[in-house]
């Protein structure tokens, strides 16, 4: 069983610690590989940035359908490119948004975010939404590091601590979810200080697509996310077929 | 890694259907055993018949409390119980219900769930309100053959499966969500005859409490599922503590 | 006319409380008997107390059946058992929950809870929800008076008291809602105290039973809430029949 | 206790029907008065009957006011001017829209309503979202008799019937609201033709409000509904205070 | 092309303010007049109040039909009589506050409502609901001056600027909404001091019907809003047709 | 004032309709150009399409940007890249949905979609609900003809004009929404045969983005549509800044 991890960014090193949180968790059967887009920007802070690296992540998927890959997870909290990346593919896509809200929704009544940006909490909240998760998050909070200062600020971990442990205050809440792949490899550290779980969403996809496929279950080809038609790309693009 | 599959009825043949369902899938890690209750009806197929079936389910996981159970998967699709049991377990507990519908919401924009008797479609609703699955959820269908028939109706199997049939074309759905536990062991079939994923439960159900405790996660004892406070109570019902 | 209040904890004296208040309101040609529960928790204060008294009511409400009694309450603030009971019973069952905030919906525009232990707050918030009254109910407060406490307790009444008007403050609400059978009788003073209307759901519950039964209106038998199959039940729990 | 049961449409016949049924359900200790609108359209069946009926009925609460009056019924579909009427009252004041749909919310898990003309189903749906009865509501439907014809029709009552019949099957319905004060006479009637409970608000609302007049409930004044402020009104209109 | 915006109160100061802003952004083929209400209170600060001026917002209505008028702006915030008013008119009829909250929601992800006394702030939210709009709108506050005082209370703008600010950082919100038509002319000053977009309903309301006739679109007479059927009224009130 | 129609797929005669349909209705001070993407796919019919559109967007926004322009129309009925062409935009940036929704939701209660494929659908049913028009929204249809053919089929517009009789009758509407820019030049015809108002979105949008103008009304720099912040882009693609 083969599963890509796809780090919708350009940044290695990012791609690195993503895929190392993944293969901790997957079963012995299962092959993860990171995978880090070719093209679109350094990190993911913006609509704008969202929109971008969206062709790196298709263009991704079509090389992964050329190759046998079984199944994807997309790295970004903003699942970019999630139901074009299901047309694309035969097997599950799963974002980290989705997988670690669905985990803590299992965990307690209510949980919070806590996510880099402020201006990526409008996003946050959108997907809350688009997954029927509102009902269950209790606030979105930023910590307001940049994402490509997550590894390298040696205070990355405890301000990030510090924002969770006011986030579950402040919302009542009793699970957190963190809201950016970046942030991967702190769960266990920060819920073993908070004492609440904590939730990240790198592991929590990687499972849900290894589950999706342990039960032989495969993207729906019926509906929206039938392969979408053939058709006639200006430069650079390859189509879909 | 140790986890029961509770069947909220007395059926002990249903019971032997499920666990072998869950462990299909199971990791080579993990031993899954069925438990069938000890109290309460032999069916699950209205609101009192599921009020009397959860005391069962309680004092199955207190039981597996004390023996040292990691998690539990409550196998009606009803999930009854589910936050008591919440209460009592450390670990984490998965209602079949609840674990079917997110499943299918990643494969598809919109599913149908088939259940057993039209009264209770009620519940089912309820449910997909309560988990935020309504947005997914675009129909629900009773095949009108009552549970302990599954197993032994001759025309089962083609009723449901033109169950789902209807229920697809009817619904606009891509994916279809199977109503009852003693369903669990029709989805491949049914699969292959329509075309588009068919989701059990109680599989999903066992690989969400299994991904759960593959990334350390249990139950928030921080707010609403912390244990319950100990006190007196009349014959026959043992305390949680 | 004939109707039960039924306390689904088994402590005698808050019985009396409740069946005093309601006995208050009801009319000249109604009966209203307080009814213990038999089984169960001696107070309910988490899911799985609540879970455990479902039985004790539904055993209560079979009795009644069987006594010819016209319409039934459930005198706590969870509504426990409200739809089994509905099945078994041919006359109205009314929540002491969905009766107060009903009659808090006509007197202001939004209503504070005001109730005992915080983590009875999610099961009043999901009954809000599940009644429509989300739309009305502006906050859920706890007072942290434990149930049993509310009667010995000789400052009850006081915190009680401020925990509305901070409820009120807070909430910019325009009524407060008790929310435990247990407040049955402190309505009054807390009204005159704080000027706003306080409703209390034992009365407003047994009147709505009564006025249910004046209008001939009885629980409907076409739908969800028909007679529950006939079946058999492990030791110790009589059939619906 | 004193009741004004306030038909805002100019029709004294409608208001003799409605004062009927009102007092067939009032306790010993109500006087129950029926009072026609003394401005406005002779019925109302369009947001601008409604929106002319309006000053009729404030007026009628104003006299009732200053008559020491205790609470009032509006008894139009419509519930026309509830909110400013509530500014003006002291005492309750009930739609007889808000009363039935909260009697029938108890009776089953769904209900119809059928109103007279298609034209006002939207007024009804709006009342529906207002009241937090959106999911008790199933599914609203017209009989297209107008509403001053519902007494002299001779085919009314079957029609109605049928209308309801229709409603209840095509909505999996268990129970029907009557969506207009003319019907208030037809419940026992069609309820025992169709096997369902049929609610009519007029008695509904006069039972809600005798109830919360029996547990000293008024309209709160400190919130939206306080008592308007005072101010010049240009010709034929007078001030509230 | 001709407009009229309809004051909805008796005093012709503000009529006079209202009808400059919105010629200022009218196009040079519009006639834009302000007319004031005839019958009703001299400003809006209850339902009272509102419900006392939707018959001279008919009124005028009216006569604007006799006279040729191709679309009207009910130019106070809680849009009295708009539905009414549709099915009397037979060009687009706006609301200011449907028109300044879809304005807003083109401007920013969240916007604030900046009132004028706080008992008015129910029916601002009832709009929100009723447009769709309370996914924008993050907050509604009121500045406490009442609306004849908006001219002459020299303190007016600063108050409410500052009302403004507070509310955007309350709410983190991108824009404002004033709630008063009375507060037309200050949009410009408010946003240059807090440098967020300010909308005013007046000026929105004029060009979205300007917009509307531009493409030829006028009020459906297809369904809620046909034309009223004709009836008897009693004194004082023209029949619609 | 200087106003760009975006048309977000690569066909230039797609182009000139848009372009041609936003001329008639600008203001005699409005200068509207067409422009048509440069990169991404001729026209758009899955999420995939939709996904590769957007980087051609935010290209034509930011030579825009560059070259001084007012605001922005994007011309797609899926509003391709909304969000992110706010953040680049310092003017108004409107989708033709929205526009297209909004000016619907004031003709009428209930309007009909009619789109292209049954696919976009989803697409159409999602932003229904990001604009808050759900609850105006009764129906999505699809005519089932490829963008492309609209405009070589030469049974397209009777296509399209029954599929829109179709659906009012089916959805009891009464007003359309033409799902395709390449719909835009339809409208007036396909009302006329009807009867009912049928909203193009290529005329409402650039309305709409007019009217904002007109009253000197920009994107919001505050929150989420800030200027995204300057970073580094894999080949290709230019920053924002």
Redesign the interface.
């Known amino acids: 069983m083969r599963i890509w991890v796809i780090n919708p960014n350009?940044t290695q090193a990012m791609t690195d610690t993503i895929a190392k949180c993944a293969a901790t968790?997957a079963?012995?059967d299962v092959i993860v590989s990171g995978v880090t887009?070719?093209?679109?920007?350094?990190?993911i802070?913006?609509?704008?940035?969202?929109?971008?690296s969206?062709?790196?992540v298709?263009r991704a998927v079509q090389r992964g359908e050329r190759e046998g890959v079984d199944g994807y997870v997309i790295a970004c909290f903003g699942d970019p490119?999630l139901?074009?990346a299901?047309?694309?593919a035969a097997g599950?896509?799963?974002g980290i948004a989705?997988a670690a809200m669905?985990?803590a929704?299992?965990?307690?009544?209510?949980f919070s975010i806590v996510t880099t940006l402020a201006?990526t909490?409008?996003q946050s909240a959108h997907l809350t939404?688009r997954?029927?998760?509102?009902?269950?998050c209790r606030g979105i909070h930023a910590c307001e590091i940049?994402v490509l200062d997550l590894d390298t600020d040696p205070n990355a971990r405890k301000v990030i601590t510090e924002a969770c442990r006011e986030a579950?205050e402040a919302d009542?809440?009793?699970?957190v979810v963190l809201g950016c792949a970046g942030m991967a490899d702190m769960?266990?550290e920060i819920?073993a200080e908070l004492?609440?779980?904590v939730?990240?969403g790198v592991?929590?996809a990687t499972?849900?697509v290894?589950?999706?496929l342990?039960?032989?279950?495969?993207?729906?080809k019926?509906?929206?996310?039938?392969t979408?038609?053939v058709?006639?790309?200006?430069?650079?693009?390859a189509p879909?077929g």
Chains 1, 2, 3, 4, 5, 6 share one sequence.
């Open positions: 350009t968790v079963g012995p887009s070719e093209i679109g920007p350094e990190s802070e913006s609509h704008y940035d969202e929109a971008l969206v062709p790196g298709l490119g139901d074009a299901r047309e694309v599950p896509v799963i989705e669905q985990a929704s299992h965990l307690g009544t209510g201006r909490i409008g939404e997954y029927g998760m509102q009902r269950f940049p579950i009542h809440s009793d699970a769960c266990g819920s004492g609440v779980p939730v990240d592991t929590a499972l849900t290894q589950s999706l342990t039960m032989g279950l495969r993207t729906s019926r509906g929206e996310y039938a979408p038609p058709k006639r790309y200006l430069p650079g693009v879909a």
